[in-house]
């Protein structure tokens, strides 16, 4: 067993560290925001989003105004405690008083969007069933389509962005990043009619642009050219700009902020793009060359 | 604090979207499948198929009759009714009288499949545990590796596509894709001793088949050429065939509801393949020529 | 619903799997490891490394001391446990009497190294902080950054790794590829202040080094060039040497267990390397030709 002296010794080895580090210290006083809380707000907005769906209750039993105004009220609550947390661990002294006003402000302007980023979301699933041939049903996308979740949250978590909320918008994307491996950052701007299919390992950076109607596969990054200046970079539009009707196929890259893929055009599979595409162009990477051999003649890179 | 007004305005807002879009309208009277409740049919399953990894009490302590009866009849009850009210979605007017029925005999001709789907997956982690140095004992491939959960969900869901029930295997496959990175369409035909490692970023589409003993890593897509034509691609064969002992290395994609890779071949990482492939061929794709320069020569594109 | 007599057939063939496979039989009488412990023992972990971030309560209203030496006692029972039936399974019969008393001295190292971990992990904070213009602050990094994550659970396991613990390492390592799509092989060796950029599809293999201040970005393979012969790999350095201050974008491969990357070097995005590279070297994989059409004209490859 672990001796008490052993214990003893972690304990203030370890206590040394929690005093000396500024990341630990500076808390005190106001609680931070809670992951599982801001989880909770996603979860319960999915809900007023996609009605019937993911409810324990059967909604036909209910009046919908009596639903929506429970479910809206409860969200409320949890989500002004958690954005006044998360305002207050970046409010100077003198910003401290007026917090919480910021805080409702906030909350009220958020719920004010709710019915367009609805909108918004149907329009989405529109584009999900029409561009993918093995979706059965639209419910379908609602119940369990990745793409569907990614965009969901990005859509909540980009208004939060909007409204200048600390921490919130990024534990949100962060949320859906880890359910569906589509990296979305809530800075990034996107249109109408988005449809992203199978969705693992997308990469959609901040300060990228999207119009209406653009529809992307698995494995596509809309990135940077170099990071090297790391936070210099800050505000920066580092990510290009995509114009609307354009496809993205799997595993393009398209870098740099000055980098425009002009309206209608296509991008082939693996295609690696630096530079503007002019509206109406189908970019299409050469295959590396490909060399067939017989197994068994000798060569160890693939075998 | 929210005012009552904006409160009133922003739920009648919704309110309206609720009456006017159809998919929130066309529930009413019937439950719609719950997706927990399919998730639990999962987890439960996993218990029956691999005994003594993932449940909370010591199997040695039970007579496996008991433990296997009780925990199937629990699941049984479960899957009657999602396998129910998913059809009932799907049913005409003339056909909900006998919807429970065949929910009833979905639910036998699945359980029969059981013992022989078990069976599978045992070859499955052989073909793990042979494919992989990095894998110290079977035990761990049972326990952890994401490829075999992934298999496990597919050969699941598979069998519901079979028996033709809406919404299931979908939402399993998904429920996999989210915990693995590994999208494997449910519609997709697989054969024995199927390996992926690593997995993640790994797409298998709809019309995919795939032989005995094949080996996949991750970031492979067998995908489609073009889904421009959306719905009007339904039950067309769009993916590829891969026969017998073909392995695919990591980020190749192979396009192409013809594309056929013959039996024993193998591919090398990143080749992008649209063609056929004969019989026992190593295929390679040449690498992209690599330019080598001193750090600090100007150039911003990677620095 | 199911007959008696089809659920007789179905669970007489099954329990017939149960009695005929090693892997369900050789059980009995030890416990197996708990991959749910295991994941809390996980979680209690990052609250004591990262304290105030996700605790329930608020950190301030208790003495360090009460609350590091309450939680390491939690863990350490939890994990003594899981620690001894991990061991168990592996032991000879000669060896069991004294595998509870190898499961306490496992338990003291890993506790001592503890301290350790979280300046390191503090590094990590730094690293990505400093390599990435989007990050906000350090507490958004430590919130929800799955680098970071990954990186934390990787440091926990290789020590269990490296105190020779079957199973508790790759449960841990899997438990963070699920979450983050980041898969480091718990074996792996990794130097101080290392940096995962978005994450998604990372594979570091068993037999990687890693150098200080090291940034890796999405899709990186750091791979083996062929696991052909399988089990008789086992224990071979398969997997490259990466040297300090190297930066790889993102889905580069570099495969190989002779292939070192040198001092300083920086791998662009896409480079597929099999081969060394001196250090203070700029590796730029030459873009594949891009053809331009425009749209309409036939081909429908991409389209």
Known sequence: MLSEQDLQTIVSDITDNYKNEELFQRNSGYPMPNRDQIIHIIMGLRQIMFPGYFDEEQLEHTVPEYFLGHNLMRIHDTLRSQVYFALLRHSSK?????????????????????????????????????????????????????????????????????????????IMSEYAHDHTGIDIN??????????????????????TIIGNNVKIYQGVTLGALSTRSGQLLRDVKRHPTIEDDVTIYSSASILGGETVIGKGSVIGGNAFITESVPAGTRVIAKNPDLTFTERGEGNDLFD
């Open 94 to 170: 003198e910003e401290k008083a007026r917090t919480l006003q910021r805080a409702d402000d906030i909350c009220t302007q958020f719920f004010q969007s709710l019915c367009d980023i609805q909108n918004l979301l149907l329009k989405d699933v529109d584009a999900a069933f029409n561009g993918d041939p093995a979706a059965k049903t639209k419910e379908e996308i609602i119940f369990c389509y990745p793409g569907l979740f990614a965009i969901f949250v990005y859509r909540i978590a980009h208004r939060f962005y909007q409204l200048k909320v600390p921490f919130l918008p990024r």
């Open 186 to 207: 809530p800075g990034a701007t996107i249109g109408e009619y988005f449809f992203i299919d199978h969705g693992t390992g997308v990469v959609i950076g901040e300060t």
